[in-house]
Each structure stands twice: as C-alpha cells, then as structure tokens.
C-alpha cells in the first residue's frame, strides 16, 4: 500500500524552528512531485509549498515566504520542509501530498499529517 508519512512536528516557541519529513512508501515517487500544505482548526487547507514544474525551483505561500524552505533528497524519497522564524499563526496540521507524476494534475497522494504547534 502506498503511504506518506510525515515527522518532525512538535510545540516549539514563537521565533523558533522545526523540520519537517515525509517519506514515501509502497511505490517510488520523483520528490520533485511532493509538496506540502497545512490546515489550522476551523479553516481550509492551505498550500505551504511545492517544487516547479518538473521539480524546479520551490515556490510558497505567500504567509510563508522567506521563513520556510522546501527541499528534497530524491535517493531516500523524501521531502524536507525547514520552517524557521515560527509565528503562532503557522499553528496546524501539515501534511505532504504527491502527484503520481510530473504531469498529473491532482494531488493523488497524502499523508496523515503531522502537529505542529507554536506557542506565543
């Protein structure tokens, strides 16, 4: 069965920093395919940040900008998201998702989520 898994989520203090992981399982995806998002209770999900086409230069949301970077080590299937300068506003669930290919449209992929919390 093909899973996602996310790590590295925890309570951390407003101007503190945390790295988050997502290693796939089941089936081999390109990393350049995974992204991110998150989802605060009460709201919508909300895109965090994903690679360019075919796996280029990252792009983000525009709450995140300049604070969070997306990175990738495709040897391990694996998604990093290193966020930095934490607000308690980035407070949620954040989960990553995969497209099955550079080509597909949808996020077919995603994982159970992990808590990340930031106390003011």
């Known amino acids: 069965q093909v899973q996602l898994v996310e790590s590295g989520g925890g309570v951390v203090q407003a101007g503190g920093s945390l790295r988050l992981a997502c290693t796939a399982s089941?089936?081999?995806?390109?990393?350049?395919?995974m992204a991110w998002f998150r989802q605060a209770p009460g709201k919508e999900r909300e895109f965090v940040a994903a690679?360019?086409?075919?796996?280029?230069?990252?792009y983000y949301g525009d709450s995140v900008k300049g604070r969070f970077t997306i990175s990738r080590d495709s040897a391990k299937n694996t998604v990093y998201l290193q966020m930095n300068s934490l607000k308690p506003e980035d407070t949620a669930v954040y989960y990553c998702?995969?497209?099955?290919?550079?080509?597909?449209?949808?996020?077919?992929?995603w994982g159970q989520g992990t808590q990340v919390a930031v106390s003011s």
């Open positions: 998702a995969a497209r099955a290919s550079f080509v597909s449209a949808v996020y077919d992929y």
């Open positions: 089941g089936r081999t995806f390109n990393s350049g395919t």
């Open positions: 690679f360019g086409w075919s796996g280029g230069s990252p």
